[in-house]
């Protein structure tokens, strides 16, 4: 069947799945009816030109195809392109080739000097219309000069913007900005969020300091957090940021002197994310402390992500954190919004614990639980009639593939754990033998009748019919 004998249904199906740069380039002017359908919004909307390659972003096409798409094919959609990611070396090809009255986004990536120039004397496209810019810069041609260009040069004449990210070739990176003592220039009463890479705890500073008076989310991600090294007289409350995230590459020992009191400072915060590691001399961080430190003080957040790593230092001392203190770090709070639970210690997990994190976070969906020491009051747990069976209603995927076999019978045993249906187990296989006695134990078999896929640890292999009887809904991997 040829297709222009398909429903214009089908025939968007199948286009959808191509490039659709390559879209609008085959199908030009091949007859009237395709003319119409590439048109739609669906292939004219947002053209990508770059791509991903071995941490670099490169350009898709050879120039020979974008000077025919530029003379052929822009002037007919160019009212309907609303965003243009594009590299540095096309970049005048394709934004002086027509005008475009509905941009609003710009990805451009390996950005130099010249093309800095080049942009920023585009006034008309950035004062009326931009208002979603990511300028990529190759991390081995970076420079702070091209960031400094950036600042000085291009905030001018960015009337619009509203959103702003800096970021390297990957799209999972962001570049580090340095801002000893930032340029006036670098302001903007438009911006809305921003994301970026910095070096020190000072640009954390800068940035809310009222040159971003409008600013509503912020994402930071820092090398240090250390003392500061020039005196910054801003202590301002920043009441319009909504969304905050900090995260830092090195150890900081100053989340009570520094992270603390900036948090403090933004009183209307709904979504904040902490990804940090950090050392105390006197405590872990733990549930309560984030409650006490944070929760309590910016009573408007709705959406909290942490993943805090905390290093104390015990000097030689003899009176360590008790054990009780750290696995009661949850009790009396409710964090329902948190999917995903990870567990980790040199300690035990006991019973207990178990049941105040059930408690903790009712719509758990993944937990992972990473432990070789054996549990220390399991015997008595086993003979005691009156323990309390700890449910999780909403858990999907359950980890125990790096543990002792007291944690694999912990949420195996029916008289211990309660799992829901349709589960994904992952298990070290021995253990897993083990624990239920070689297939055969009754106390195991009602929680691995819920399983219904499995990923062992391990070099033991099993034959699928081996297995059947025990886990008789498993798909086996």
């Avoid at 009051?377 to 995927?397: A, G, P, T, V």
């Avoid at 045993?413 to 070689?438: C, G, M």
Wanted: net charge negative.
């Amino acid at each position: 069947m040829r297709l222009n004998h398909l429903p214009d249904e089908i025939l968007l199906l199948i286009l959808k799945e191509l490039n659709n740069i390559e879209v609008l380039y085959s199908f030009h002017d091949v007859h009237p009816r395709f003319n119409e359908i590439t048109r739609d919004s669906i292939f004219t909307s947002h053209l990508n030109f770059v791509k991903y390659s071995r941490d670099q972003i490169i350009n898709k096409f050879s120039s020979n195809f974008i000077d025919e798409f530029s003379s052929q094919m822009l002037p007919e959609i160019c009212e309907k392109i609303k965003w243009i990611n594009i590299e540095s070396s096309f970049m005048k090809c394709i934004l002086s080739a027509k005008k475009y009255p509905n941009l609003y986004g710009l990805g451009l990536y390996n950005v130099d000097e010249e093309m800095i120039n080049f942009l920023s004397n585009d006034e008309n496209l950035f004062q009326n219309q931009i208002t979603s810019l990511v300028i990529g810069i190759d991390p081995e041609k970076k420079n702070w000069t091209i960031v400094e260009n950036i600042c000085n040069n291009l905030f001018p004449v960015m009337n619009h913007l509203i959103d702003l990210t800096f970021c390297e070739l990957s799209y999972k990176t962001l570049v580090r900005l340095l801002i000893d003592v930032p340029s006036p220039k670098f302001s903007s009463s438009t911006l809305l969020t921003l994301n970026i890479k910095a070096q020190t705890f000072n640009d954390c500073l800068y940035i809310p300091d009222g040159r971003f008076q409008n600013l509503q989310s912020l994402s930071i991600d820092l090398t240090n957090i250390d003392p500061s090294s020039r005196q910054i007289e801003n202590q301002k409350k920043v009441p319009n940021l909504k969304c905050f995230n900090l995260s830092c590459l090195l150890v900081t020992w100053l989340y009570n002197e520094l992270i603390v009191p900036l948090l403090h400072r933004m009183t209307n915060l709904e979504k904040l994310g902490l990804y940090l590691e950090t050392g105390i001399k006197e405590k872990f961080i733990d549930g309560n402390t984030l409650k006490k430190d944070i929760l309590d003080h910016l009573i408007k957040i709705n959406h909290f992500d942490f993943d805090i790593y905390s290093l104390i230092s015990l000097n030689n001392q003899t009176n360590y954190p008790l054990q009780q203190d750290i696995q009661s770090t949850f009790q009396g709070g409710s964090y329902p919004f948190v999917r995903i639970v990870s567990l980790y210690d040199e300690r035990p997990f006991e019973h207990d614990f178990f049941l105040q994190i059930s408690l903790a976070f009712p719509l758990m969906n993944r937990l992972t639980v990473t432990n070789q020491c054996s549990q220390q009051r399991k015997q008595s747990m086993d003979i005691n009639e009156n323990l309390e069976i700890i449910r999780y209603d909403h858990l999907l995927e359950l980890d125990i593939g790096r543990c002792h076999d007291d944690y694999t019978e912990q949420f195996l045993l029916h008289t211990k754990t309660f799992l829901h249906d349709s589960i994904s187990l992952i298990v070290d296989a021995e253990s897993l033998e083990r624990v239920t006695q070689n297939f055969t134990r009754n106390q195991t078999r009602t929680n691995c009748e819920k399983v219904n896929e499995i990923f062992f640890y391990g070099t033991k292999k099993y034959s699928i019919e081996s297995l059947r009887d025990y886990f008789p809904f498993v798909e086996i991997d």
